[in-house]
C-alpha cells in the first residue's frame, strides 16, 4: 500500500508531478475578495473578527491557495466558509476557463457530481419520514432482477454497504431513461462483501429509481420540489445544455494528465447524460449548496423551512458504514468521528471532478473549496492546510495526540536560537529510489515552522516544530494560538556539523526515515526547474493505457526500465500513486496492471506487493490478496522497514474477512 513515510507526514497527501510549459505569472492570477458581499445570497457576509477567527490565518490560507495556481497545482477555485451561519470568507481564484483568460468569478456554476449523492438521501430520508418507504425495505421486492445478496436493504445502498464498488459510473451511452439503465445494473453481482462498506455509484442509481418508482415522479423534479425549491436554490441544476440560460456562468472542467491540467469539458459542450442518474448529476454554486449544509447543521430546518425532521438528520450523519473498524459513511455523507469514535467531529462530501465539502457541528463551521480539476491533489493538500490552519479540530490528523498526553517534556526555545535552523534542506527518503523533497524551516508568529513538500509542487505538509533539547524537535500544531497536539511518531534533528554544514534527520522511532542537509537557495531552484522538465515513468504508462491496451503498456514499461533514457524519472512512488489512482477510480485492471509493472520494476520492495495485495483485496480475491501481503510482510520484515506493523495488521484483517467469509 502506499504507506510511505509522506503519510505519516500529512495523512493522503499526494505528490502533484508538474510540467514547467505554460507557467501562470503571479501578478496575472485573478483574485476576488470576501467584500463586497455576492448579490442574491442568503447570508451575511461578516468579518471573521467579529465570530473571535482572526483575519490572518483566513489570510493565510488565501496565500497558500494562490501559490497552488501559480505553481500549476489546479486552474482555479472558489473558498467559502461560514461560521454560525454566517460567511467570514468568500474568495476566488485564478481561471474559469485558462486557455480563453476567463477570470473565475465567485458563485460561478460547478459540476459537483458525487456532491449530488446528499441530495438522493435527503430525498429518501423524506419517502421514509411520510412512511412510503422504509429503510428495511429490500431492493429486490423493487427490482426483482437485483443480482446482488437477497437480503439488501435501502439502508444498505444509503451507507455503500451493498456490496457493489463501482464508482465513476460516468457513462449512461446507449440508454435514454434511468429505468432502462438501472434495469441493467441491478443484473451485475456486487464486486465485494455484503455488509462492509464499500463506495459505489451503482447504490445511488437505484435510489434514484426508486424515488421515481415510489413518486411516480421523476426524480430530479421531486427533488426540485422537495428540496432546491422549498430552500431558494436558485442556481442549482439537474440538466446541462450548452443553450441553458445559465451556461456561461458554468465553469470549463480539467483532467491532470501528462504533468498538467487538460481541459476535458467546455460550457459548449453537448450534455453528456440524457436524463438525471442521481449518484451524480447537479450543477450548483458554492452558495446554494452551503444553504443546504447549513439545513443539515440546524437539523433539517433553513430560514424556517423544514425538510427534515431533528431525527432523521441525526441518523443520516451518524455512522452506518464501516471501513474494517472506523466509521466512514452515514446515509449519503462521509463522517469522522474523534479518535476514541465517540463524538462526530465533521461530515461532507465530494465530487470526482474536485470539489469538496466540510461540516463541523460543533464549531458551526462550513467550508466548501470549489475547483474543477480532477485526478490533481490539491484537494488532498487543501485537507492538510486545514490541518494546519487552526480553524477547527474537525481535521487533526489521527497520528496526533494531545500535548497533555505527550511523553517527553517541551521546551521553551527562544525567538533568536531560530537562526540557525531557518534555510531550505534537499532531503531524501531512505528508500529504494527515493522521492526528492525540500524542508523549508522559517518563523511565522514568533514560532518555528517546518513545510515540506515534493520537489515537483509547492504545496506540501506544514507544522510547527516543537523543541525536545539537543537540537531535536517534534511536530505539533496549534488551535487558538495554544499548542493542542502533538506528533509522537516522528522526531525531528537538526545537528549542525560544522560553521557551513546544517544537516536535518527526521526518525520515526530509532529509524532515520529522511535526511539531507541545509543547500543553497540558488542550487534548489536550479534543481526544482530541472526536475520539472523531466518527464515521468507514469505519465507515459498512463497516457499508454488510454490510447493503446495493458499488454502493450506492460511492454513499454519494461522497455523504458531497461532502457533508463536520461530525460524520463523513475519512481516507485508515481507509479504507485497511479494505480491507487486506478484503484480509486474503479479501474481494476488498470490498477492491478500498473502494480504489476510496479513490482517488476521494484521486485525487492514490500510496497509494491502491498499494493498489489491491496487490489486484490478490493476484488475480493482474498487468496491473491493473502499471498501478496504475505511477500510484502516477509520483504520487510528483512529490512526492518517501517512499513512491517501496517502490513501485518492488514494481513490480520484480511484473516479475519476470510473467517468470516467461510
Not at 464498488?165 to 434495469?183: A, F, H
Not at 532531503?427 to 524542508?439: F, H, Q, S
Not at 505519465?539 to 522497455?559: G, P
Request: hydrophobic content about 35%.
Amino acid at each position: 500500500m502506499l504507506r510511505i513515510i509522506l503519510h505519516v507526514f500529512f495523512i493522503g497527501l499526494l505528490c502533484i508531478q508538474l510540467n514547467a510549459q505554460n507557467q501562470i505569472s503571479g501578478p496575472d492570477v485573478p483574485h476576488i475578495t470576501t467584500f463586497p458581499a455576492v448579490s442574491n445570497s442568503h447570508f451575511q457576509y461578516i468579518s471573521s473578527d467579529k465570530l473571535d477567527i482572526p483575519t490572518i490565518k483566513l489570510e493565510k490560507l488565501s496565500t497558500e491557495i494562490k501559490s497552488w495556481i501559480k505553481s500549476q497545482a489546479f486552474v482555479g477555485g472558489e473558498l467559502l466558509i461560514l461560521k454560525k451561519g454566517n460567511v467570514i470568507f468568500h474568495e476566488s481564484y485564478g481561471w474559469s476557463d485558462i486557455e480563453k483568460k476567463i477570470p473565475l468569478e465567485r458563485n460561478s456554476i460547478w459540476c459537483i457530481k458525487s456532491m449530488t449523492k446528499p441530495y438522493i438521501a435527503t430525498a429518501i430520508m423524506i419517502l421514509i419520514e411520510e412512511g412510503k418507504i422504509s429503510l428495511d425495505n429490500k431492493i429486490i421486492d423493487f427490482l426483482p432482477e437485483f443480482a446482488g445478496n437477497k437480503g439488501t436493504t435501502i439502508a444498505n445502498l444509503l451507507a455503500h454497504t451493498s456490496g457493489y464498488s463501482d464508482s465513476g459510473l460516468g457513462d449512461t451511452s446507449g440508454y435514454n431513461n434511468l429505468k432502462s439503465w438501472v434495469n441493467d445494473l441491478v443484473k451485475n453481482k456486487p464486486e465485494r462483501e455484503f455488509g462492509n462498506y464499500a463506495y459505489s455509484d451503482s447504490n445511488y442509481a437505484i435510489l434514484t429509481y426508486l424515488i421515481e418508482h415510489v413518486t411516480k415522479t421523476p426524480a430530479d423534479k421531486f427533488i426540485y420540489e422537495r428540496i432546491f425549491s422549498p430552500l431558494k436554490l436558485i442556481e442549482t441544476y439537474t440538466h446541462f445544455s450548452p443553450d441553458s440560460s445559465w451556461s456561461n456562468k458554468a465553469n470549463s472542467r480539467y483532467r491532470w494528465a501528462d504533468g498538467h491540467y487538460i481541459k476535458n469539458w467546455t460550457n459548449l459542450s453537448e450534455p453528456e447524460w440524457s436524463f438525471f442518474p442521481g449518484a451524480w448529476g447537479v450543477w450548483s454554486t458554492a452558495t446554494d449548496y452551503a444553504k443546504f449544509l447549513q439545513t443539515i447543521l440546524q437539523n433539517g430546518t433553513f430560514n424556517n423551512t423544514k425538510i427534515l425532521k431533528p431525527n432523521t438528520v441525526k441518523e443520516m450523519i451518524s455512522p452506518h458504514g464501516f471501513n474494517g473498524d472506523v466509521p466512514v459513511y452515514g446515509y449519503g455523507w462521509t463522517v469522522r468521528l474523534d479518535v476514541n469514535q465517540n463524538s462526530l467531529l465533521r461530515f461532507g462530501h465530494g465530487g470526482i471532478d474536485g470539489t469538496a465539502a466540510y461540516v463541523f457541528p460543533e464549531e458551526e463551521l462550513i467550508i466548501l473549496f470549489m475547483t474543477h480539476g480532477r485526478n490533481g491533489d490539491h484537494l488532498d493538500s487543501f485537507k492538510d492546510l486545514l490541518i494546519n490552519s487552526g480553524l477547527t479540530k474537525g481535521m487533526i490528523s489521527p497520528a496526533m495526540i494531545p500535548k497533555n498526553k505527550f511523553p517527553k517534556p517541551l521546551i521553551s526555545l527562544k525567538e533568536n536560537d531560530f537562526k540557525k535552523y531557518i534555510g531550505k534542506y534537499l532531503v531524501k527518503e531512505n528508500r529504494r529510489n527515493p522521492i526528492d523533497l525540500i524542508a523549508s524551516i522559517y518563523t511565522e508568529d514568533n514560532r518555528l515552522k517546518i513545510k515540506i513538500n515534493p520537489i515537483e509542487h509547492h504545496a506540501g505538509m506544514i507544522r510547527d516544530l516543537i523543541y525536545l533539547g539537543n537540537n531535536r524537535f517534534a511536530l505539533g500544531l496549534f488551535y487558538n494560538d495554544k499548542l493542542e497536539w502533538v506528533n509522537p511518531h516522528l522526531e525531528i534533528e537538526l545537528p549542525k556539523i560544522d560553521s557551513t554544514v546544517q544537516k536535518i534527520k527526521i526518525f520515526a522511532g530509532k529509524n532515520i526515515v529522511i535526511s539531507g542537509q541545509k543547500e543553497d537557495i540558488e542550487k534548489i531552484n536550479n534543481l526544482i526547474l530541472s526536475t520539472r522538465q523531466l518527464k515521468y515513468i507514469d505519465e507515459l504508462i498512463d497516457a499508454s493505457l488510454q490510447e493503446r491496451n495493458i499488454k502493450e503498456t506492460k511492454l513499454l514499461s519494461t522497455r523504458l526500465h531497461e532502457k533508463k533514457p536520461s530525460d524520463v524519472k523513475f519512481s516507485e512512488q508515481w507509479i504507485n500513486f497511479l494505480g491507487y489512482r486506478y484503484l480509486r477510480e474503479k479501474l481494476f485492471d488498470e490498477a492491478i496492471a500498473v502494480f504489476e509493472m510496479n513490482n517488476e520494476a521494484y521486485p525487492d520492495s514490500p510496497n509494491s506487493y502491498d499494493s498489489l495485495a491491496d487490489a486484490w483485496s478490493q476484488l475480493g480475491n482474498y487468496d491473491k490478496a493473502k499471498s501478496y501481503y504475505e511477500k510484502a510482510l516477509n520483504i520487510a520484515r528483512k529490512l526492518n522497514d517501517p512499513m512491517t506493523d501496517g502490513i501485518e495488521k492488514r494481513l490480520k484483517s484480511l484473516k479475519n474477512q476470510m473467517l468470516n467469509k467461510n
